[in-house]
């Protein structure tokens, strides 16, 4: 069976996440010669550039800091099968050894399940603006609402990544030690807690962006969670903060 047999294989909704990290094997590398290590470099470029130019496919490239790794890549793309075929392919791109992975993480991007309906924003400009369902403040609050959400689902599930200078990432799992499972409580609090979540991070709205993806049953965690940012400055104090009220 040919790769291009292969039935695609897309999400309902959003897109397969793909986070890879590597190290450049430095003795491998040098010991191609200046030619080839000319044509490795290009044969990465070119790559980059089909990836790119595939239908509603993102990829991000850093240079990491730390011996941890030396590259990284973010891929988003819909089809599974693309994802598989283009991730094969950059571990290759310089050559056969020269990129050893070091990991990696597969998710999906999602909506949370603690969005505010249209009813529980409906009873809040009730109870709290005093405003009458059927009067002209109301619909128009509700019609601002719903713009307001449709393009929150659409940057959620379909998000048009910047290219900013400090890229954070990590794996991410809800409690569930006894006395300390999150799961655990109610939905109503654990949407109330959520919301103060939310606020903190709308403190640093246009400093840092995040983008949570869902990955049960994909990989060893249940969410991943990405931070842009353009310095290390603000992107620690708002992984403190949302760390202290995880």
Known sequence: MTEHSLAPVVPIEGWHVLHLFYKIEHGQWSLLRPDEQRAAKTHLTELVQ???????????????????????????????????????????????????????????????????????????????????????????????????MTKYRKDKLYPLLPVWEVFCFYPMSKRRAPGQNWFALPFAERKKLMAGHGKVGRQYHGRILQLITGSTGLDDAEWGVTLFAHNTFTSNRSFTKCVSIR
């Open 50 to 148: 089909e990836i790119r130019a595939a239908e509603n496919t993102q990829l991000l490239i850093f240079s990491m800091v730390s011996p941890k790794a030396d590259l990284g890549f973010m891929l988003l793309t819909p089809d599974l099968h693309a994802a598989n075929a283009f991730e094969k392919r950059l571990s290759l791109s310089l050559g056969a050894d020269v990129l050893t992975p070091v990991y990696s993480y597969l998710s999906m991007t999602e909506e949370s399940e603690y969005v505010t309906s249209d009813k529980e924003y409906a009873e809040t400009l009730q109870q709290e603006q005093k405003l009458e369902p059927g009067s002209a403040e109301f619909e128009k609050a509700m019609s601002e609402f719903s713009t307001r």
